[in-house]
């Protein structure tokens, strides 16, 4: 979960907010308790984003580690696990 601080305090705490985000921490700013930004990091060389890696790089080592032809998963594994909640209304 990230750390949270009110849009209206941080002009005041812009700097704690930024040691949050270099150490690779997530910020959310909230108002009224409910989020509208979130501050996260960048990866900051090719070093650490192969340390990080993403979903592509952690499929592949998935793969890898894993005989997934023969996890005997198949459809009947993911019936009933998708969300069907249509989303926010968006005004036009």
């Known amino acids: 979960m990230a750390t949270r601080y009110r ?3 941080a002009g005041d705490q812009w700097s704690i907010i930024v040691a ?3 150490r ?3 910020v959310e700013l909230v108002e009224n ?3 509208v930004a ?3 990091p960048l990866v900051r060389s090719q070093d650490d ?3 990080r890696g993403g979903f592509w790089d952690t499929l592949e080592q998935l793969r890898r580690e ?3 032809d023969n ?3 198949g459809p009947h594994d993911f019936v009933g696990l998708r969300d069907r909640f249509p989303g926010r209304d968006v005004a036009l």
């Open 71 to 73: 996890l005997d998963v």
């Open 33 to 35: 308790g409910e989020p």
């Open 24 to 26: 690779g921490e997530a």
């Open 38 to 40: 979130l501050i996260t």
């Open 49 to 51: 984003a192969i340390r």
């Open 66 to 68: 894993y005989d997934v």
């Open 20 to 22: 949050h985000v270099e």
């Open 7 to 9: 849009l209206r305090d």
